[in-house]
């Protein structure tokens, strides 16, 4: 019996030191792109030997892989990052540090906290403004530096980011919260009388002489606009008082319901 017991003995003994030899036959690669910032993102590294791929692994993650010499190739938009002679020694861990790129995040949410994968679109700021990259919100992506124009396609006309520099190690997070439609109601007045619906009134942007809406004379001049700033030109038809007249520098907030009289006289 006591040789049996011993006999177990050795046998668990030499399954636990297999197991032991097994796992330190590994070691690991981890990928680090400046730690939080790039980490999930979507670029995947190749994992290469000999100009062989044999494995890929993301920014952040760790994979196990043989003893050895790799080259890790990481695509990144714009351009490409090599890095040889990556060693990997049995039972530790390779930390490959990637600081030299650029990472972009564009983050909507609606009223639920959800991100609802609105459409963006990276083009080169500099004429002829070439296509870069597509992806949706709530997507994380390394760049190459350069200098960008980005465009969100949100409701109601989409958004837009002008000349936005990607600079190496840093990231460029843009965030696009529910942004809701303000409501602009025109009161018209002659004398202090109504005159709505002998007024036509146009909404410009502010400072410019683009229109953006109008409203032909009716009982409300109301209109549903983006937040921002705007003027307005109110073209009188009563034959008394001034024909035309302004009001610049009208803001509008998200979701704000703003009212502005415009008298006549």
Request: hydrophobic fraction near 40%; proline fraction near 6%; glycine fraction near 10%.
């Amino acid at each position: 019996m006591r040789a049996l017991r011993f006999l177990l003995l050795v046998c668990v003994s030499l399954v636990l030191a297999a197991s032991a030899a097994i796992a330190g036959a590994t070691g690991k690669l981890k990928l680090d792109v400046m730690g939080d910032i790039g980490a999930g993102a979507r670029n995947t590294a190749q994992i290469m030997v000999a100009g062989h791929q044999v494995g890929q692994i993301a920014p952040g993650a760790t994979v196990d892989l043989p003893p050895g010499d790799y080259s890790v190739v990481l695509p990144i938009i714009g351009g490409h990052i090599v890095k040889n002679g990556v060693t990997i020694e049995a039972g530790r861990t390779h930390t490959l540090l990637i600081t030299d790129v650029a990472v972009m995040k564009v983050s909507a949410k609606d009223r639920t906290g959800n991100d609802p994968g609105f459409q963006v679109t990276v083009t080169d700021s500099n004429p002829p403004h070439a296509k870069v990259a597509a992806f949706v919100t709530g997507d994380k992506y390394l760049f190459a530096p350069a200098l960008v124009d980005v465009r969100v396609e949100a409701p109601p006309q989409g958004y837009d980011w002008h000349a936005l520099e990607l600079k190496p190690g840093r990231q460029a997070f843009l965030s696009l919260d529910e942004v809701m439609p303000a409501q602009l109601d025109i009161q018209t007045v002659l004398g202090k009388i109504p005159m709505n619906d002998s007024t036509r009134v146009v909404v410009l942007r502010a400072g410019t002489q683009s229109q953006v809406q109008a409203s032909d004379p009716g009982t409300i001049h109301r209109f549903k606009l983006d937040p921002g700033d705007y003027d307005v030109y109110v073209e009188n038809r009563t034959g008394k008082g001034k024909p035309y007249t302004t009001m610049d520098g009208i803001h509008l907030d998200s979701g704000a319901k703003v009212e502005r009289t415009v008298p006549l006289d």
